[in-house]
C-alpha cells in the first residue's frame, strides 16, 4: 500500500514539473512565435497536419527529419516547434540542437501553442 502512494506522488510530480516547463516555456517565448521571423514547425504526420495547423505553419514530420529531412533547413534560422502532446517536439527540438541547430524553441504541444497563435482548419 505504502508502495503505490509513493508511485502516485511521483507520478503527480512529474505530471506537474512536466506542465510547468511547458507552460513556462510558451509563455517566455509567446511574443517570439508572434513577432519573430522564425518558422513554425509542425513535425506531426502529414494527414494531422492538413487536417488541422498553426496558420503559417510548415510540415516536416518527426519521422522525415530523423531519416534527413534536417538538412535541408538553415541551421541558422530560428524554428518555433510543435507537435500533439508535446513530445515529438521534444526529441525533434533535441535532435536538432545534437545537429548544430542554434535557435530551437520547444513551444510543445499544439493545444498549448494556440493559445498563443490562432489555428486554422
Do not use: W
Not at 505530471?15 to 510558451?26: A, D, G, R, T
Not at 515529438?88 to 542554434?102: A, D, H, P, Q, R
Amino acid at each position: 500500500m505504502k508502495i503505490i502512494g509513493i508511485v502516485v506522488l511521483t507520478l503527480i510530480v512529474i505530471f506537474l514539473i512536466y506542465k510547468y516547463i511547458q507552460v513556462s516555456n510558451i509563455d517566455k517565448n509567446s511574443n517570439l512565435i508572434s513577432t519573430s521571423k522564425g518558422i513554425i514547425l509542425d513535425v506531426r504526420p502529414n494527414k494531422a497536419y492538413e487536417s488541422n495547423h498553426i496558420k503559417g505553419a510548415i510540415n516536416i514530420s518527426m519521422n522525415d527529419i530523423f531519416e534527413g529531412a534536417y538538412k535541408s533547413l538553415d541551421k541558422k534560422q530560428t524554428y518555433y516547434i510543435y507537435c500533439y502532446l508535446g513530445l515529438m517536439s521534444i526529441k525533434v527540438s533535441t535532435f536538432l540542437k545534437e545537429k548544430g541547430f542554434e535557435n530551437i524553441i520547444n513551444c510543445g504541444p499544439m493545444s498549448e501553442v494556440n493559445k498563443y497563435i490562432n489555428c486554422v482548419k
